[in-house]
């Protein structure tokens, strides 16, 4: 978790306090797009993977939103977990995760609210072991050791094969890793299988002899883009903008993924060939947050209760935001 300094502390403290005044909860009006926008600085979490890490390559953001009087500030995570701790200490505006993450966080108390969402991949994804692993199957893991990021979309992908296997995450030994630790572990053989997204499973794909035993093929999902309520009550038009370039770039991005990935490589040190794979495996096309999406999401915080991964149910719809964006063109 990043440290806020005194100042943004102090302005953070400021905020909450005036939202509690007001009377704001996590579910916001769309006439809150009618507020006026200051100037200042968006500090925008972003990671690897993703349409964030691409605009910030490009450098496609600054002038959209240097027209509406702001500059942006980018903060890299590992994982979505601790990008949306970032956000409910105030350290981002704004960010990108998939869609579990969301859910424990508003299970935890996050200050967090849905304001966009993305087609989830169905191949960027996977649970894997080694060719030498004696494992076919998703059964075949039982009381074996899995490595993964808890929270993460790779934790809701986890519970939904082993379902489909009729096991449950008490019937394996999960090793809680974040992707850079996770990757060595598997490796050396300190766990026996690794859940993980792109661009670590298209790395792993390419350096080590792998073997998939499961993704999202059959299991629609949406990753989502957050904000803090503070942000979008006080700079709606900025989280448009930013959504509207998203936008921009998916269309960019679906139809040029060898020039996105030459652009992305260099910067991410990466090879071409790997964020290549890897960008070919998502269909990118922001959209506002519709009640399809909520219930899409609704079913994953419904099925992380009853697997007591979260203590309280959650209610997705509190947190969403509705965005008003142009949407043509994808």
């Known amino acids: 978790m990043q440290t806020q300094s005194p100042h943004t502390a102090a302005s953070f403290g400021r ?20 507020a006026a926008d200051p100037a200042g600085t968006v500090r925008v979490g972003f990671q690897k993977a993703g349409l964030l890490a691409v605009l910030k390559a490009q450098g496609s953001l600054d002038k959209p939103l240097a027209e509406l009087g702001y ?19 105030g350290s981002i505006d704004f960010g990108y995760t998939g869609a579990p993450p969301a859910v424990f966080a508003q299970a935890a108390g996050a200050r967090l609210v849905y304001v ?16 030498s692993s004696p494992a076919h199957s998703v059964a075949d893991l039982k009381g074996k050791r899995i490595a993964l990021q808890k929270g993460s979309s790779s934790n809701y992908l986890l519970v939904q094969l082993l379902r489909r296997a009729n096991l449950t995450v008490q019937d394996i030994q999960p090793i809680y890793l974040p992707p850079a630790e996770a990757r060595a572990a598997f490796e050396s053989g300190a ?28 299991l629609p999902v949406f990753n989502f883009y957050e904000a803090t309520p503070e942000f979008v009550k006080t700079h ?23 020039e996105t990935a030459a652009l992305l490589a260099p910067k991410l040190g990466i090879e071409q060939p790997v964020v290549e794979t890897w960008l070919r495996r998502v269909p990118y096309g922001v959209t506002p947050v519709t009640p399809q999406i909520v219930a899409s999401q609704q079913q994953i915080a419904d099925l992380f209760l009853q697997q007591k991964l979260i203590p309280k149910p959650v209610n997705v719809q509190s947190a969403v935001w509705q965005a008003s964006f142009p949407v043509a063109g994808l």
């Open 15 to 34: 905020r909450r306090w005036l939202a509690a005044l007001l009377g704001a909860g996590l579910a916001l009006s769309a006439g809150l797009t009618q």
């Open 71 to 89: 500059k942006v500030e980018w903060k890299e995570f590992p994982a979505g977990p601790q990008l949306l701790e970032a956000l409910n200490t």
């Open 116 to 131: 966009g969402a993305e087609p989830g991949g169905k191949t960027n994804e996977a649970l894997f072991v080694l060719d």
């Open 191 to 218: 766990v026996d299988a690794w859940v993980v997204w792109d661009p670590y499973y298209a790395l792993a794909q390419k350096a080590l002899k792998t073997r998939t035993l499961g993704d999202f093929s059959e």
């Open 236 to 258: 709606p038009r900025a989280v448009n903008a930013i959504l509207a370039q998203l936008r921009t770039a998916g269309l960019w991005v679906n139809q040029h993924p060898q």
